[in-house]
């Protein structure tokens, strides 16, 4: 039997992480985003498929493209992001269970069946994407998840000519503190949770 | 600027969890079913919309009714789990968006647009999901997450009547270590991710 993590450690993935909307003028080093990834990379998909693929916007000239794609309210906060992710799920992601999910040949499962394919994907890079912001906290980097973009256009600007489609977007950095909304309630466990 | 969490901690998030298939027979008491809650409600989702609801299946009644949704690979290592997990997400969730987002009224946003209604559901159900599986990694329990199932089947049996719709499956308890795959590879960052 296994103990829980320190309590340090649940508060800053869990309790005291907040959504930060202002960041301090400090860049995340490319070791950083290495590290965060090889912690997102291990958490468990459906036969390991895998499908997330990460893009980090750092330069200005990949902001500029970024921009007329953000809804307005996100616009500002995101310029000011050191690393904006985007977030997609590859729709071949199943092209690669042959080294992914090694002891079966589980490319059939998927190949030719439109919503199960789409499901899958969705699925599968939305829990990756959870699994990157608590790698990044977990790592002392504050988040920023937005889905309020245009994802045809982000499609249309980061992913033409491949597989890939858009899911949500998460800035990355050291949040300045400023600019909390005040912590939203949560759900009580009686309210969201059963026992049958 | 916050440290990374300690070794051990990301050791048993990430790094050493696995996906387990066998379990010891030790029960999960009611107060760590709630301690996982209380951590996994924490987690962001957009507008606070908290779409998860959360079924845990503990009884020999309740595992009987979940049996005949299991895919048939899926149903001895369900059985002999102590306990195991329905994360559905309410399509609903927009009406409790007073509560929840009490700084604007974000229900519009929401109210008569199926698509992003059921898009907002499936990705942060999924993301409610993947917190809830490390939640309960961090407090000492191991996961055993499945897709392989029938959703529709699954909705008729436990959420017949509501707006509540199945997304996917966790077996929690402690892993007996027994059945194992091995580890499979994982997509490396030159990979899966692109710095612009």
Not at 68 to 74: D, I, M, T, V
Not at 153 to 179: M, P
Request: net charge negative; charged share 20%.
């Amino acid at each position: 039997m296994t103990a829980a993590i320190n309590q340090d450690a649940q508060d800053q993935l869990f309790i005291n992480a907040r959504t930060h909307n202002a960041w301090q003028d400090k860049p995340v080093g490319a070791d950083l985003l290495q590290a965060v990834w090889d912690l997102t990379k291990i958490g468990p998909t459906s036969a390991n498929c895998s499908p997330a693929r990460i893009v980090f916007v750092v330069s200005d000239e990949a902001k500029a493209r970024l921009k007329p794609c953000l809804a307005e309210g996100n616009v500002e906060k995101t310029m000011s992001a050191p690393v904006t992710v985007i977030i997609g799920s590859d729709q071949k992601f199943y092209d690669r269970l042959g080294e992914l999910f090694p002891h079966t040949d589980a490319r059939p499962w998927f190949a030719g069946n439109a919503p199960l394919i789409s499901t899958t994907a969705f699925r599968n890079s939305t829990l990756q994407g959870a699994y990157f912001m608590l790698a990044a906290r977990a790592l002392g980097l504050d988040c920023g998840p937005m889905s309020g973009f245009d994802n045809d256009a982000v499609d249309g600007e980061f992913f033409a000519g491949t597989d890939i489609k858009s899911n949500f977007l998460c800035s990355i950095g050291y949040g300045s503190g400023d600019d909390f909304f005040p912590r939203s309630p949560r759900l009580d466990f009686d309210d969201a949770c059963s026992v049958l």
